[in-house]
């Protein structure tokens, strides 16, 4: 998922700078700041962060621009709301940017490209996460089983293949590879990446959920685990 510089067209590349500015600006502007008053918290933003970025070093692929790797989303997008979830998925971005210039002793390298990785890789999936999780809450019952498999775990693997199928038709419209080529060599590596993003994001949002419930800002006991009377006798 990560575009390396060069692959797009420059124009895209130019022209991504846009939406990723005025994104960005709506985040630094209404993000719930207060929240990370509490050391406590700003530490777990910080060390989510870390994790991110070594999640996003670790990838495979098979073609310049068409790498695999967990993206850590939807616990973001639980953990801190969409914008400073959001937020830390860019920072997780940051860090693997100059990581990359870092090795290659090339402080530039990764910047042309920067915008449209932020898109892809912070911005949308946040977006899409946080839909998912509206949804859940608008539709669905208020139950603590079904935040975690559907708020958590199936809202992962929705938000990974939308991305793939995102990053796919950037791909294509912007004439980098072929419908063929997609289709054969990246989209259906998209169904297992799927499982194993939900299979983590579910398991680490449970634990969270259990044993560091302030840790997660979108769970709320009063909805999830409140006590239900019975009838009287």
Not at 41 to 56: D, E, R
Not at 187 to 211: H, I, K, Q, R
Request: positive net charge.
């Amino acid at each position: 998922m990560n575009i390396p510089d060069g692959l797009f067209p420059p124009l895209w590349s130019s022209l991504a700078w846009l939406p990723f500015l005025a994104l960005l600006y709506d985040a630094v502007r209404k993000a719930e700041w207060r929240r990370l008053q509490d050391a406590r918290i700003l530490n777990v933003f910080l060390g989510l962060i870390v994790v991110l970025a070594l999640a996003w070093s670790l990838r495979a692929g098979v073609r310049p621009g068409l790498n695999l790797h967990l993206l850590g989303a939807t616990a973001a997008i639980l953990m801190f709301g969409r914008r400073l979830g959001s937020l830390a998925l860019m920072g997780a971005l940051l860090a693997v940017t100059f990581n990359v210039g870092w090795l290659k002793g090339d402080w530039t390298s990764g910047w042309q490209s920067f915008a449209l990785n932020a898109l892809c890789l912070a911005w949308f999936p946040a977006a899409v996460s946080h839909l998912v999780l509206r949804f859940v809450e608008r539709v669905l019952p208020a139950n603590l089983f079904v935040y975690l498999f559907c708020a958590a775990f199936f809202n992962a693997g929705i938000t990974v293949f939308a991305t793939g199928l995102l990053t796919s038709a950037l791909f294509w419209g912007a004439g980098v590879y072929t419908a063929e080529q997609l289709a054969a060599d990246y989209l259906p590596y998209y169904f297992m990446l799927a499982f194993a993003e939900s299979w983590m994001n579910g398991t680490l949002v449970t634990l969270m959920v259990v044993y560091k419930p302030h840790w997660v800002a979108t769970f709320d006991d009063r909805r999830y685990l409140r006590q239900k009377k019975g009838p009287s006798p």
